[in-house]
């Protein structure tokens, strides 16, 4: 079993940063992408970010230029790195890692439980 947990939200000002990290583990053999989502009251969960196992990121283009993803391989430790939030930025975040558990062996999804962030004055 892999476990995916996630920390670092809050409650912040428009213009403010927050550093989310989210940190797996369990039967791990090894991790390919990690992944940021979020999901607003009301709308539907949207990918914001994503990194590979070599380190090729993607982002949403809601916060290009604002968001940054990092992920340290040796603690299966993904982070995304919010900067100049807004009101709009406000969502449950979530981290995703598509793991591999046995030589061989398919990949799995998992899921993390989710950090709540809220951007207001």
């Known amino acids: 079993q892999v476990q995916l947990v996630e920390s670092g939200g809050g409650l912040v000002q428009p213009g403010g940063s927050l550093r989310l990290s989210c940190a797996a583990s369990g039967s791990i053999l090894g991790i390919n992408a990690m992944h940021w989502y979020r999901q607003a009251p009301g709308k539907q969960r949207e990918l914001v970010a994503t990194?590979?196992?070599?380190?090729?990121?993607g982002y949403a283009d809601s916060v290009k230029g604002r968001f940054a993803i990092s992920r340290d391989n040796a603690k299966n430790t993904v982070y995304l790195q919010m900067n100049g939030l807004k009101p709009e930025d406000t969502a449950v975040y979530y981290c995703?890692?598509?793991?591999?558990?046995?030589?061989?062996?398919?990949?799995?999804?998992?899921w993390g439980q989710g950090t709540q962030v809220t951007v207001s004055s």
């Open positions: 990194i590979t196992y070599t380190g090729n990121t």
């Open positions: 995703n890692a598509v793991v591999r558990t046995v030589v061989n062996g398919p990949l799995y999804n998992y």
